[in-house]
């Protein structure tokens, strides 16, 4: 894809606007704590970008507990996580932005580039609120329609979808190698937030070097 293509860029949420990943950490060390099982920075890592269930039951694993409960003692562990994420999601503020992106947002919206979300997240739309950039954005594509998760291409299939784009003029924008892949199958020019996604189409180091500048710069 040309840069002059681009007519639209669909976001990941969180490591590439937000870095909502330390609540979830924090909240799910709470429940690790409850559970009697060690919380590591393995383990930590290993919960990235997986359901809420999925990583209940790898943190009960964690500590050899995993059949010390019910489904439904399960059901209420991971309900109960969720509701003291919210809570600490209440705490962020226009300053937890990840540098440089709301210069970019900025950037965008002044030069008349559509944008949208494409986030696992159910409350990608509460994020965005606290950190007061939803009016940045076409709209949030709806997790609990999507039939496949990363890599399948449909989140950034329907993210082009809500900003009534083709694909073909969509640059997405990710920080985790699933999503780049999610990218690269929807069509869309893929651009990562870290110098290890080595199939991004264009990569950076991390958020502050984002700029339409740098993009073209990349793209030669």
Do not use: C
Not at 81 to 108: C, H, I, Q, R, W
Not at 153 to 175: K, T
Not at 203 to 211: H, K, L, N, P, Q
């Amino acid at each position: 894809m040309k840069f002059e293509d681009i007519k639209g860029f669909a976001f990941d949420l969180d490591g590439v606007i937000a870095d909502s990943a330390r609540l979830h950490a924090k909240a799910w060390h709470q429940t690790a704590d409850e559970v009697h099982s060690e919380w590591t920075p393995e383990l930590a890592e290993a919960l990235k970008g997986v359901s809420r269930m999925d990583s209940l039951g790898m943190i009960l694993k964690a500590g050899g507990h995993e059949n010390d409960y019910t489904e439904d003692e399960k059901v209420a562990l991971a309900t109960e996580k969720n509701t003291k994420y919210l809570k600490l999601v209440e705490s962020l503020t226009p300053d937890d932005v990840l540098p440089g992106m709301k210069a970019f947002l900025d950037e965008l919206k002044a030069s008349g580039y559509k944008m949208s979300v494409a986030s696992a997240s159910k409350n990608a739309p509460a994020i965005l609120k606290q950190l007061k950039i939803t009016d940045y954005f076409e709209g949030v594509v709806d997790p609990a329609k999507l039939h496949a998760g990363k890599p399948d291409p449909e989140i950034f299939s329907l993210a082009a979808g809500v900003m009534d784009l083709a694909p073909e003029v969509v640059a997405g924008l990710e920080d985790s190698g699933a999503g780049i892949k999610s990218i690269n199958a929807a069509g869309e020019l893929s651009i990562g937030i870290g110098n290890q996604l080595m199939e991004a189409d264009v990569r950076f180091a991390d958020t502050s070097e984002v700029s339409l500048k740098n993009i073209k710069a990349k793209l030669g």
